[in-house]
């Protein structure tokens, strides 16, 4: 019973810890809403999120994050790793004509202590289309052609070297409205490429189809270079513990029976045997069983040689 | 009884020795050559010694452009020992001194090498330091000794040595590089201790420095100026004496240095010439007393008299090749010169001291494959009736080498393919109807000897002359040297491109030239100077009409070494090696692209990239235009700008807006961008899949019954990018400010699929992309190793094709097309091992269908190949496989990659020099045919996964024939007699 109320207990105190925890780690996450900038764990992945901004007259599909409005405001530099915020704009352009703003992304680029600078905290507003881009996009949609975009390959200072661009054919865009996704690889402040297409399948051929509502349904990734697999350091242990399997030879093929390697020697070996058997009692037959007669020969020795016992 | 047992037993005998053909996989010592051939070359000779002494053999040794030394053998051309150096060991300058040591210098003068002359065998090697960079100059004088040790002076790298020919100990040095003279020349008159090093300082001053050869140390150093200016030729003409050009090239400028002291004598080439126009060439032989100049196409004689007077001796047209001076008996001296003229080339060889005479006058046919006499070495020897004879080396435009002698070709060595740009395959003709083959080739008669003594040989009853011609049997086998198609497709035509713009034509059974071509339109011409030979493309392939219409290859080069340069293309009949069709194009060749659509003649329509991004379509046929224009929008491509850092994808956009209409020419657009940061990404290698790959599954079944997609797409672009510091040699970057990134890019799109970053780890890069995945290698700083990696890419999407109902059902992805434009679901695989050599080429096997593995094909730094499984590179790999990853074929994991002595494709063979490996699947589906190329050729038949749907070549069907009619045989005999006992039974 003690011992039921002492776990009873326990289990209590354990509620209350973790209620506590929960509880400072509210506080610390309404904390954190204000300290947003400072504290930037997870960067990159950032899919379908978008700010409310004044000029957009569409719905957006998610709404935006409270916390963004504080985030847009503020600036700060004091920290080792600070960040600062930076804005560059999407151009987009149909078939062969020039390229025209058509968004802003905005994102903060996060100073490391080794100097090191990331992009982290990517938003997007898109510029709805006007009614001229319309007409041109719904010319796109009629001649099957590409769609393209470009966003300067350094943010900090754009263009950078050159746009990078990407374009995908108009046809692969509208559904119910207009679905995009882009995929931004980023190096630290560079972007060496945009992919952009729509989030789903685009089988050929494609379809025409005019999208039920020109609003732009946004999705984003940033994404950043994987570490590469080492080669596995292992080979200390493994010489080390046995080295049988080591060093990646080869293995030689197990040992094989006595009968898997020398039958081919064992069967003419034991016809020839048999052979001088049956020879052998063939002579003791023509010697011995004369008498005898052939009444008496035993029956399993008439069927193992027959030839050879009939033969006069 | 007896006669049954002994039946049985001989069958169980043959049983036993069918059973031990088949158990024969790895390659043993008689099977060398049976599959394979390997032919030795040497490049293009840049300079040759005749060794030719009274008795023994008398060599030559020759430098070439393949950065090769060789001694061949005068009598039959063969080498007697070859060296060959590393591509940046570039040789400058040969000779021989004591009569026993060749003496090389390389690397920009400041590596010299002594080589033993009987074998080759390197003596000694000296290192000689130096600051500046300068001509470098070998000089191997016959009599100067110091302390009897024979020196040779060598200049390089602006200093002047004085080496050792002994050792090579360095005795001396002086250092010319602060003095900022450009040194033409160093002359040391025979008989005195001094030499001279003259060159220019700018171009207004000549300089010369009298140095004593004992110490080095300096006597005397004169300069003078020249108001002319100097042209920069400089040509010796007496060891006191040297000729020069002035600046605007119309004066002939005679400098004397006797004992320091400059004199200049200018001589107007009018006065020697005439009023002719035309600007002259010092021609670069060395001609004692006089020397040559080229003016107007021909060439002209000039001795220097006394006094520096000019006086011209004599004028000669069409003069291909001079010789240097050779001495002949008593102390005179000759040369050789070289004409042309119809379809011959005209060997005369004239004494210095009257060059109106003629030693030796002789007319050579020559095969006008050849092209011109590039150069021509000659080397005089006693007649048999005391006369002096003479033979002369010559190279040729294509590159071979050629020995004449009285009048005619001793022998020649097809040198060009030490120098192979680019290969592709060509199958044989088809067998025709109605010519008997075996009539022409072999008798019913030979064909059962030579089974017979097959038999003989297995049942090991031949005798060593038995054994000696089955082998020779074997090697020389009629059947692989045919000219016609096979059933397996083992044989075929190897159709090279070499340096010099000629195509051979080589058969695969023994390597032999069935055809060489030198391509007119990349001969040096007036229009194109500098003819460039860039690749061969299969133009057309026949299939429907194989039997009345011969394949082509077309040949794209470009007229110099700029981009922008014209191109130019021929196309080259397979099996004749006639030239079809040439285009001297107008537009640049940037890129040459083979769509995958042929017209009706079955010729392949090539899309060619100009420099302005425009493409213009071949042939030029309207109805290659109207199957261009059907697939007109789904035609992309893309290039790499290494040097820039971008990559970018094209499609096509309407006709050329030019102002002719060019109904041929397309406009490109760029669809998509990808922009490394040029402070972090520098773009190493670029690796596609080929084109004729076939993969047999899409499906992968792993151990536990699942099934994993390939994600095969022919638009899978593999980029390796270094880090702008660790782009250099290894060691010249730390681990920390090195880094390796590669990506998958699909070429439609510009879709990254993976991007992955090796730190600490650098190039050089080499990488094979096949079916759906890549291995690439390159070196490791941190465990200062070279690693392979390997990338597999699955496609996820089909994944969940993995119930039977849907499959049955109908309600699979499986069948519905493939667009570039869907989102790719992809994962990929990844693996990095440890590998111990240095890589200079890699490839992969092909086969015909795709099914057998695949065995990597790596050109090790030793110049070898070697054939390692697939399997090592799986990003599978486990420390402890299961029992179903281990029935799959999954090897335990380990940290390097094995090499085994067995799995070299080249056994103890070297490819020297090797360059580049390629695999072309024969009809067999067991077996791939690899042809591996640099200095040296080597071709052989491989099957990664043995010969499991063929017998072997030696398999003996004569054994199979008897051991059927002996079994036959046997039969009715113990039926017979088994009646026989019947019989008697019954009645007794």
Not at chain 2, 28 to 36: A, C, K, P, T
Not at chain 2, 112 to 134: C, H, I, T, Y
Request: with cysteine.
């Amino acid at each position: 019973m003690a011992l039921s109320r002492s776990s009873s207990q326990s289990s209590h105190r354990r509620l209350i810890f973790v209620i506590s925890a929960v509880l400072c780690i509210t506080v610390a996450a309404a904390f954190q809403s204000d300290e947003l900038l400072v504290d930037d764990e997870e960067f990159g992945l950032e899919g379908g999120l978008h700010t409310k901004s004044p000029d957009l007259t569409f719905t957006r599909p998610t709404p935006p994050p409270p916390s963004t409005t504080a985030s847009t405001t503020r600036k700060r530099f004091s920290d080792p790793d600070s960040d600062s915020k930076i804005q560059f704009q999407l151009h987009h352009a149909f078939g062969d004509s020039d390229f025209s703003p058509a968004g802003t992304f905005s994102a903060r680029l996060k100073t490391w202590n080794h100097g090191g600078q990331t992009l982290t905290k990517l938003r997007f507003s898109r510029n709805a289309f006007t009614e001229e881009e319309k007409e041109k996009f719904a010319l796109l949609l009629k001649g099957d052609d590409f769609y393209r975009i470009r966003l300067p390959s350094s943010v900090l200072n754009p263009p950078g070297r050159d746009y990078v661009i990407s374009s995908v054919k108009a046809r692969c865009l509208p559904r119910e409205g207009l679905d995009e996704h882009f995929v931004i690889h980023t190096d630290g402040i560079n972007i060496l490429a945009v992919n952009y297409g729509s989030p789903g399948a685009c089988p050929y051929p494609r379809q025409m189809k005019i999208p039920g509502k020109w609003s732009f349904n946004s999705h984003t990734v940033l994404k950043n270079s994987e570490q590469a697999p080492r080669a596995p350091v292992f080979a200390e242990d493994i010489l080390g513990v046995g080295g049988e399997v080591g060093e990646g030879e080869i293995i030689p093929p197990p040992e094989r029976s006595f009968w898997a390697k020398y039958w081919m020697y064992a069967i003419p070996l034991g016809l020839i045997v048999m052979n001088a058997i049956t020879q052998a009692m063939n002579m003791a037959e023509e010697g011995a069983g004369q008498p005898a007669g052939q009444a008496q020969q035993p029956a399993a020795v008439q069927r193992g040689s027959s030839s050879a016992v009939r033969r006069r | 009884m007896g006669v049954a047992s002994m039946a049985i037993r001989g069958f169980l005998l043959l049983l036993l020795f069918l059973s031990a053909a088949h158990l024969s996989f790895s390659l043993y010592e008689d099977q060398v050559g049976l599959m394979d051939w390997h032919q030795q070359y040497i490049g293009k000779v840049k300079e040759a010694v005749f060794h030719t002494p009274k008795s023994g053999r008398r060599r030559v040794v020759v430098s070439t452009e393949e950065n090769v030394i060789a001694s061949l053998d005068l009598r039959h051309g063969g080498i007697i020992w070859r060296r060959v150096l590393g591509s940046n060991d570039v040789i400058s300058g040969i000779d021989i001194a004591l009569g026993k040591y060749v003496i090389t210098l390389s690397s920009d003068g400041s590596i010299l090498r002594a080589w033993n002359l009987p074998d080759g065998q390197m003596v000694w090697e000296s290192f000689l330091e130096g600051s500046g960079s300068s001509k470098s100059l070998l000089s191997v004088p016959t009599s100067l000794k110091i302390d009897k040790e024979n020196l040779i002076l060598v200049f390089g790298k602006g200093s002047l040595h004085a080496i050792s020919s002994i050792d090579g100990d360095v005795l001396w040095e002086k250092d010319f590089a602060v003095e900022s003279v450009e040194v033409q020349q160093i002359v040391q008159p025979i008989g005195g201790d001094v030499a001279y090093v003259v060159g220019f300082v700018g171009s207004s001053h000549f300089d010369v420095y009298q140095i004593n050869v004992r110490n080095g140390e300096l006597l005397k150093h004169n300069s003078a100026p020249f108001s002319g200016g100097f042209s920069g030729e400089a040509l010796l003409v007496s060891s006191e004496i040297l000729l020069t050009l002035d600046s605007t090239r119309s004066k002939l400028v005679l400098v004397s240095f006797q004992d320091g002291e400059i004199n200049y004598q200018q001589t107007p080439i009018s006065d020697i010439f005439g009023d002719s126009l035309g600007t002259p060439v010092l021609l670069p032989s060395k001609l004692p007393g006089f020397f040559s100049v080229k003016l107007n196409g021909a060439v002209i004689f000039i001795r220097v008299t006394g006094e520096g007077k000019l006086e011209v001796l004599d004028k000669v047209n069409n003069v291909a090749a001079i010789s240097g001076a050779i001495s002949i008996s008593d102390g005179q001296q000759a040369f050789g010169l070289v004409q042309h003229g119809d379809g011959k080339i005209h060997l005369t060889v004239k004494p210095t001291h009257d060059s109106s005479a003629d030693l030796l006058k002789e007319s050579i046919d020559m095969d006008n494959q050849r092209g011109v006499v590039h150069k021509v070495f000659v080397n005089n020897y006693i007649r048999t009736d005391r006369s002096n004879g003479f033979r002369a080396l010559i190279v040729m435009e294509d590159d071979s080498l050629l020995l004449l002698q009285q009048g005619a070709v001793v022998w020649s060595r097809e040198d060009g393919l030490a120098s192979i740009i680019d290969v592709v395959t060509s199958e044989l003709p088809v067998e025709k109807v109605g010519v008997s083959v075996a009539k022409v080739e072999q008798n019913l008669f030979d064909w059962l000897k030579g089974h017979i003594l097959k038999l003989k040989g297995t049942l090991m009853l031949a005798s060593a002359a038995d054994v000696a011609a089955i082998q020779e049997m074997r090697l020389k086998s009629f059947e692989k040297s045919k000219l016609t198609r096979d059933h397996n497709g083992f044989r075929k035509l190897l159709i090279v491109l070499t340096r010099a713009g000629k195509l051979f034509a080589l058969h695969t059974g023994y390597g032999q030239v069935v055809w060489s071509l030198l391509l007119p339109t990349l001969r040096k011409s007036e229009t194109c100077k500098y003819p460039t030979g860039l690749n061969i493309y299969q133009w057309q392939v026949p299939h429907h009409h194989a039997m009345d219409e011969n394949p082509s290859v077309l040949i794209v080069g470009r007229c110099g070494q700029s981009s922008e340069a014209p191109g130019v293309l021929s196309i080259v009949d397979a099996y004749t090696g006639k030239e079809i069709n040439s285009m001297a194009a107008v537009h640049s060749i940037v890129q040459v692209i083979p769509l995958p659509f042929t017209d009706s003649t079955e010729q392949r329509l090539h899309l060619l990239i100009d420099a302005n991004q425009r493409g213009h379509l071949y042939p030029r046929t309207s109805e290659a235009v109207d199957i261009f224009q059907r697939e007109f929008t789904n035609i992309y491509w893309y290039s790499v700008e290494a040097d820039n850092g971008i990559i970018k994808g094209h499609a096509l956009k309407g006709n050329c807006n030019q102002e002719a209409v060019d109904s041929y020419c397309f406009e490109s657009k760029d669809i998509w961008s990808i922009v490394f940061p040029s402070d972090s990404e520098k773009i190493i290698a670029t690796v596609t899949r080929k084109l004729s790959e076939v993969v047999h599954t899409q499906a992968k079944v792993i151990a536990d019954s699942e099934v994993m997609y390939k994600y095969i797409s022919k638009n899978l672009l593999f980029v390796a990018t270094v880090a702008p510091k660790g782009s250099g040699e290894i060691g010249t970057a730390s681990p920390e400010e090195s880094w390796l990134t590669v990506y998958l890019i699909d070429t439609v799109t510009g879709r990254i699929l993976h991007r992955m970053t090796h730190h600490g780890s650098q190039g050089p890069v080499h990488a094979v992309f096949s079916e759906n995945w890549v291995v690439y290698h390159y070196f490791n700083l941190r465990a200062h190793r070279y690693e392979m990696s390997v990338i597999e890419i699955y496609d996820q999407s089909r994944a969940d094709n993995k119930d039977v109902l849907k499959l049955v059902l109908g309600k699979h992805n499986l069948t519905s097309p493939i667009s570039s434009y869907s989102r790719p679901e992809v994962v990929t695989k990844s693996q990095s091992y440890y590998f111990t050599y240095s890589v200079k080429a890699i490839d992969v096997t092909l086969t015909a269908k795709g099914i057998t593995s695949k065995q990597l094909l790596i050109g090790t730094i030793n110049d070898q190949v070697l054939a390692l499984d697939k399997r090592f590179l799986d990003p599978r790999r486990s420390l402890n496989p299961t029992q179903e990853e281990k029935e799959e074929g999954i090897i335990p994991l380990t940290d390097a990659l094995p090499i085994i002595p067995q799995s070299y494709v080249t056994h103890n063979l070297k490819v020297e020099g090797l360059r580049g490996i390629v695999t072309v699947p024969a009809k067999l589906e067991s077996t791939t045919l690899a042809f591996t190329y640099g200095v040296d050729l080597f071709f052989t038949q491989l099957a990664p996964s043995r010969t499991y749907d063929s017998l072997t070549d030696d398999f003996s069907y004569a054994l199979l024939l008897i051991t059927i009619v002996a079994l036959i045989a046997a039969i009715f005999v113990t039926w017979v007699w088994s009646e026989k006992k019947e019989l008697k039974e019954k009645w007794r």
